[in-house]
């Protein structure tokens, strides 16, 4: 397929863009959290495409973006917590569960009778929905399993040729997917932590849970299907290490061929031949706009098989780079 790549994003550009979401095709555009792969919410057959343009399992459901929070009226069965949070936090990093009405298809909500709703505060993103006229169903703009794009070259990699249009424009700010919070059910939950977070939540519903599976490997049925599968992952394999910085330190000095994820702090690691930076150890939003670029660079060496990341703190935007990286490790550990 052939795919036009727009670095001018003007009026014409964005029009071209819309045009293409109307006529069921697919266009990746920029958001603040990472970029997403769009396509017409409410047509089964363009959602179809994004599942086989990324190898995604067809049972993951994607979330819907619209450009004003009254919009998920036409879409789902609000409710007064709904609007209380978009009062807050919309448009931004917060995609709210819901109960779907009959006008979106399954093969949006992967079988479900919830649907998942998103207003991204990216100028861009918002402008191209709004002149598609519909909600715009995307999931992130990378193939299936491999870290989330946030450079509009990260997309290029994954989708040229498979989409037809990529939208290229500025960087995500944010860096890491969007917080998920259920409120289709008894208690509120979050599904997947993000820029907006736990104790932030908590002031608008004091009452709220953090599903299981945020930070652990979930066997059985998964309350939201997207978080059985291996996720983030870079090409090399990744291990976290669990323990105080000395030690780290210590360990990883001879690790010369490895590769390192470590902070701005760990002077001795950052001299080291294949070592980055997440940026400063207190930083958790710098850590969280910089963890899946990093990853991908290290995919640009094909002598680096193996990767040590330290354990991100879980508290605040710390529990979303934290959440991220145990998946990208396939849950790999080492506690010293
Ligand atoms: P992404 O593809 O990276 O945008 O991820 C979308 C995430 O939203 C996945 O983890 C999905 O499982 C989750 N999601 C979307 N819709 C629903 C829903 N109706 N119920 C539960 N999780 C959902
Ligand atoms: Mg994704």
């Known amino acids: 397929m052939n795919t036009e790549i727009i670095y001018d994003i003007n009026d014409e550009n964005l029009d071209r863009a819309a ?8 266009v990746a555009f920029p958001t603040e959290t990472v970029y997403g792969l769009g396509a017409n919410a409410l047509d089964p057959l363009a959602a179809k495409k994004i599942y086989s343009a990324k190898n995604r399992p067809s049972n993951n459901p994607l979330i819907i973006h619209i450009s004003d929070p009254a919009d998920a009226e036409k879409y789902c069965f609000t409710n007064e917590l709904y609007y209380k949070l978009a009062k807050r936090f919309m448009p931004g990093p917060l995609t709210v569960i819901l109960p779907k009405k009959d006008i979106v298809p399954y093969a949006v909500t992967g079988g479900l009778e919830t649907v998942a709703v ?13 002149r598609s006229g519909v909600a715009i169903a995307a999931p992130s703009a990378n193939l ?84 059985m599968y291996q996720h ?22 001879n690790k010369t061929d490895c590769g390192i994820l470590c902070y701005d702090e760990d002077k001795e690691l950052l001299s080291m031949p294949y070592s980055k930076s997440l940026g400063s150890k207190s930083e958790p939003l710098e850590q969280a706009k910089l963890l899946f670029a990093r990853l991908r660079e290290f995919d640009e060496n094909d002598d680096i098989t193996q990767i040590y990341a330290p354990m991100p703190s879980d508290k605040g935007v710390g529990l979303a780079v934290l959440n991220r990286l145990i998946r990208a490790a396939g849950f790999d550990v080492k506690e010293l």
């Open 19 to 26: 045009e293409i979401i109307k006529n069921g095709g697919l």
């Open 118 to 130: 998103r207003v991204p505060s990216s100028k861009t993103a918002r402008s191209f929905i709004e």
């Open 144 to 227: 299936s399993g491999k870290p989330s794009p946030t450079k509009a070259q990260h997309v290029i990699l994954d989708m040229y040729g498979r989409i037809d249009m990529i939208i290229a424009g500025e960087d995500s700010q944010i860096g890491l997917e969007s917080t998920i919070l259920s409120l289709a059910e008894a208690v509120p939950k979050i599904y997947r932590p993000g820029k907006v977070t736990y104790e932030e939540l908590k002031e608008i519903c004091p009452d709220i849970l953090i599903s299981d599976a945020v930070l652990h490997m979930h066997t059985g049925r998964p309350e939201s299907p997207g978080m």
């Open 232 to 253: 983030y992952a870079p090409k090399a394999k990744v291990t976290i290490i669990d323990s105080d910085d000395k030690t780290r330190t210590a360990f990883l000095i």
